[in-house]
């Protein structure tokens, strides 16, 4: 009894190590460089955006692309200004790259990023 219970408190708390990787950002980027980090809320709650952001997504692209309507309410772009951190030299680092804000999450809910096939992974403007 005492083994199987020392083997499962271990498993455990490999679990719960493994379990925060979708949190700790390993990136090149600077912890607290991104807009995001200084906001109290994103464009809805966290809870919400971690679940619906891609329904956001998908939506936006619809009525861009089949409706021709661009508008910036739930855009990409603007998903990306306000999350990609930047390097000790202020530079982006783009949120597709390994640890990343985009990256992380993806890779801890296994689904795919295909997003930045096409879009860019860090701001484009001023």
Do not use: W
């Amino acid at each position: 009894m005492k083994g199987k219970f020392g083997l499962s408190l271990l498993m455990a708390l490999c679990l719960g190590l493994c379990g925060g990787l979708g949190v700790v950002y390993a990136g090149e980027g600077v912890e607290g460089s991104a807009k995001a980090d200084r906001l109290d809320a994103c464009v809805a709650p966290t809870a919400f955006m971690r679940r619906n952001h891609f329904e956001l997504i998908e939506h936006q692209r619809h009525i861009t692309v089949h409706e021709g309507i661009r508008k910036t309410d739930n855009s990409l772009a603007g998903c990306i200004d306000c999350h990609v951190r930047r390097d000790a030299q202020g530079s982006p680092v783009p949120v597709n790259a390994p640890g990343e804000f985009c990256a992380a999450c993806h890779e801890y809910a296994g689904a795919s990023l295909d997003c930045f096939t096409c879009h860019a992974t860090k701001p484009t403007g001023n």
